[in-house]
Structure formats: structure tokens, C-alpha cells
């Protein structure tokens, strides 16, 4: 249910507002650099909810950087999520998981110039059998002192200002952090805006669920074929396995209810799939804030890792803090001959 205050909705629009006041060091510049987030995910979501109806299934017929096949919509949520963006005078330089490049959009002249990132459309390769897919997004400042959008770019995820994603699921929701806790909205269709559903939301502590694309397992490293096995034995953890390959909705369902994700390093990919700036670090942001933990190479908090650039994968580890301390203790335990 939609939550009220004082017997009314309460739209993102009005939510960031009420934490600005809160936070008096949150410009009113990032408000407006939301709502062009907010515009584009509207229609993402309307050619989503249309998909068989419009010409929006299967391939464009190019590969992106990352080799992948791009789909009609992957281009359709790049172009909506930069034609908005574009207009916000204090975007500086916007990143696209889509894109060769960071593109500089202007040149910064005031403390108030922020670098977008996105995944515009994750788990894409779900889009034509009707399973839910995803935007993700961060924020970052630009640093005045650092010149050349390929530098800029390279911060840390502990720098994240804000951070958040849009799940096209059964309904679309949109959650969010800037650092003071986690919210989500839900799109009303009727009145075309996104209203606050859950508020502070935390993770469960420890659930019996965990989520992998275990069809890799032998190829993943030994300590995690060790965790997994452990976890689905019944004298082990006795867990269930949900995987629905969006990593979007594995997320908000870890984030709802509990459990782990994981993406770990295999033969084909040694460095993991996901990628650290458009993914990783978003989630982890979020998951962080909600009481859970995330975990990327040589056992790092993904936070902490510094990228090379702007395109860096990570293995992951993501979820409940009881579930990730029990699979780092194996992780991180010698590799047995
Ligand atoms: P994408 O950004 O190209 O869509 O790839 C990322 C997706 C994630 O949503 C999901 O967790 C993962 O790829 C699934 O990969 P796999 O099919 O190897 O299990
Ligand atoms: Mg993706």
C-alpha cells in the first residue's frame, strides 16, 4: 500500500525534497537531476509494459562494448535515459554501460556538476520472454580539480552521493538511497507518478535462500563450489535457490526477503561478469544502507575498490550480512587440493 502522510501520497518528487530540508548540505540542483532519472524510467517502462505489442523484441543487430548483442530496448533506455539527462544543467558527464566512452555533457564551473552512471536496461536478454529487467543507476560529484571525463569517472564506490534502480516487475518500482536509508516508490500508472510504498527498508539479517547461476559451478573457484555445496545439503545450510538472471530483480528480492546473490570469478570470465561501476556499486550502496554487505575480489568490500576504468567487472558477493560472512568464510579459506 502506498504510504500517506497527513491522509496524502507521498510522490519522489516530494520525498527528496523533504530530505533535503533534512540534510541541509543536499543541493535543490540534485532534485532536478532525479526527476530527469525519474522521466526516463517512465518510459523505459512504457515501451516495457508495451513489448509484443510494439516493435521492441530482439536484437538491433550491432554488438556494444562489452561484445554483447544489443537489443532494440538496450538502445531505447540509453537514448531516454541521455535525451533527459542532457537537459539537466548540472549533469557534468554521464556513463552508459551501452557506451565506448564517458561523454562529457559540460564543462564543471560550480560545486554543483554531478557524473551519472547507468546500466540503462539490465538483464535484457530477459525482455522477449517477459521476465523483469532493470535500470540502474549512481551518482557521483565531479571533481572540479580532475580534468577529462575517462579521470573523473574513476572514484570509488564509497563516493556514491546516491544511488538507486528500477525494477520492471509485476509493478515498476523505483528504489533509492542518497545515504540516509534506503525508499521505495512505485510507479501509479494511473497517476503517473512514483509513490512511496516502503520507507527505511532493511534486509533480513539471514535467509535460506541463495541465488547463482549454478549451471557454472564448475568452473567457479573451489572455496565457492565448497559454499555451495554446502549450502543446498541438508545436514549444511538446507537452502532453496531462486536465480532469475535480471540481476535488478535477484536483487530486490535478496533485499525484500532476504538471502545472498553471487556472481563469482569463472574460466571464461576470471574476473567476474558484472560490471563494478554500473552494477556492483549501485547495489552495494543500497545494500550497505540496508543493514546487508558486498563483497567483490580478493574478499574487498566492492565499495572500497578503486577502478582502473570505467568498464571494470568484479566478482559478487551481495545480500544479507549473516548469509555473505558465511560464504566469505569459505571464500576466503585456503583452496583445498
Ligand atoms: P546485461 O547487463 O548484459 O544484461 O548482463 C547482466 C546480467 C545480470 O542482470 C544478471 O545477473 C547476469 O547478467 C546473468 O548472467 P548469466 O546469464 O551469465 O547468469
Ligand atoms: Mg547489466
Known amino acids: ?29 540534485f532534485s532536478w537531476l532525479l526527476s530527469g532519472i525519474t522521466l526516463a524510467t517512465k518510459m523505459i517502462a512504457s ?12 536484437d538491433e543487430g550491432s554488438t556494444n562494448v562489452q561484445g554483447e548483442e544489443v537489443k532494440k530496448l538496450d538502445i531505447i533506455a540509453n537514448d531516454a535515459l541521455k535525451r533527459t539527462l542532457g537537459y539537466r544543467g548540472n549533469v557534468g558527464i554521464i556513463a552508459s554501460e551501452e557506451d565506448d566512452e564517458p561523454r562529457v555533457l559540460q564543462e564543471v564551473d560550480d560545486d554543483d556538476s554531478y557524473i551519472i552512471m547507468f546500466d ?31 579521470k573523473s569517472v574513476l572514484q570509488p564506490g564509497s563516493a556514491q552521493v546516491a544511488a538507486g534502480y528500477v525494477l520492471y516487475g509485476s509493478s515498476t518500482v523505483l528504489v533509492y538511497t542518497c545515504g540516509h536509508g534506503v525508499h521505495q516508490f ?12 516502503r520507507e527505511h527498508m532493511k534486509m ?8 547463482v547461476n549454478e549451471a557454472y559451478l564448475h568452473s567457479f573457484p573451489e572455496p565457492y563450489q565448497r559454499y ?14 531462486r536465480y532469475v538472471g535480471s540481476l535488478v530483480a535477484d536483487f530486490h528480492r535478496i533485499l525484500v526477503k532476504g538471502g545472498i546473490f553471487m556472481y563469482p570469478p569463472t ?14 556499486n549501485p547495489l552495494a550502496f543500497i545494500a550497505e544502507q540496508a543493514g546487508g554487505s558486498a563483497i567483490g575480489a580478493g574478499g574487498q568490500r566492492v565499495l572500497d575498490v578503486m577502478p582502473q576504468d570505467v568498464h571494470d567487472r568484479t566478482p559478487l558477493v551481495i545480500g544479507s550480512s549473516r548469509n555473505v560472512e558465511e560464504a566469505m568464510r569459505f571464500i576466503n579459506e585456503p583452496v583445498r587440493a
Not at 523533504?18 to 541541509?24: D, Y
Not at 512505485?186 to 510504498?197: H, I, K
Request: charged letters at 20%; proline letters at 6%.
Open 1 to 29: 500500500m502506498a504510504i500517506k502522510r497527513d491522509g496524502h501520497f507521498v510522490t519522489f518528487g516530494q520525498h527528496i525534497q523533504e530530505q533535503q530540508q533534512q540534510f541541509p548540505n543536499a543541493s535543490g540542483q
Open 47 to 58: 515501451y516495457v509494459r508495451r513489448a509484443g505489442l510494439i516493435d521492441v523484441w530482439g
Open 120 to 150: 540503462p536496461l539490465d538483464g535484457s536478454s530477459n525482455i522477449d520472454v517477459n521476465v523483469s529487467v532493470g535500470t540502474i543507476f549512481t551518482i557521483f560529484r565531479n571533481p572540479k580539480d580532475i580534468k577529462g571525463a575517462e
Open 186 to 197: 512505485t510507479l501509479d500508472p494511473q497517476f503517473g507518478a512514483y509513490l512511496l510504498t
Open 204 to 211: 533480513p539479517e539471514h535467509a535460506g535462500t541463495y541465488s
Open 228 to 241: 555451495l555445496h554446502w549450502s543446498k545439503h541438508p545436514e549444511g545450510g538446507g537452502y532453496s535457490s
Open 267 to 280: 574460466t571464461k570470465q576470471p574476473a567476474g561478469k558484472l560490471r563494478l561501476m554500473y552494477e556492483c
